[in-house]
C-alpha cells in the first residue's frame, strides 16, 4: 500500500513557475515508479511526465516538454514537478501517481496503482 500525498499546487500567472511535490509512503517500503496526471473538468485524464525508480529514466507528454521538469529524491520518498512557463491551458488538477516496480516509465494511467488526492494549478492570462 502507497499513500501520496501532492502538495503545490496554486494560482499562477501566464509564463509564471510553479513547483509540485508529492511524498509517498509505503507501508511496507519497495521501489516504484511515478508519474504526474492532469484532468480539467469534463475530460480525460491525461499523462504529464513520468519517472523511473533509478536511472533517471523519464518521459514528458509533448504538450509539457521544454517547459515542466519531473525528478525524484528517494531518500525523501518524493517526487517532484517543476512547471515553467505555464500557459492557460495548463490549468487543472495534477494528480500524483505511483506503480511498484522500479526500472520502467510508465505514461498510460491504468498501468498505475496508487493515486494522490489531487492539487489544483490555476494559470490566469
Known amino acids: 500500500q502507497v499513500e501520496l500525498v501532492e502538495s503545490g499546487g496554486g494560482l499562477v500567472q501566464a509564463g509564471g513557475s510553479l513547483r509540485l511535490s508529492c511524498e509517498a509512503s509505503?507501508?511496507?517500503?519497495?521501489?516504484?515508479?511515478m508519474g504526474w496526471f492532469r484532468q480539467v473538468s469534463g475530460k480525460e485524464r491525461e499523462f504529464v511526465a513520468g519517472?523511473?525508480?533509478?536511472?533517471?529514466?523519464?518521459s514528458y507528454a509533448d504538450s509539457v516538454k521544454g517547459r515542466f521538469t519531473i525528478s525524484r529524491d528517494n531518500a525523501k520518498n518524493t517526487a517532484y514537478l517543476q512547471m515553467n512557463s505555464l500557459k492557460p491551458e495548463d490549468t487543472a488538477v495534477y494528480y500524483c501517481?505511483?506503480?511498484?516496480?522500479?526500472?520502467?516509465?510508465?505514461?498510460?494511467?491504468?498501468?498505475?496503482?496508487?493515486w494522490g488526492q489531487g492539487t489544483q494549478v490555476t494559470v490566469s492570462s
Open positions: 501517481a505511483a506503480r511498484l516496480g522500479a526500472s520502467y516509465v510508465y505514461i498510460v494511467d491504468h498501468e498505475y496503482d496508487y
Open positions: 509505503a507501508r511496507n517500503g519497495g521501489t516504484y515508479a
Open positions: 519517472i523511473a525508480y533509478a536511472g533517471g529514466r523519464s
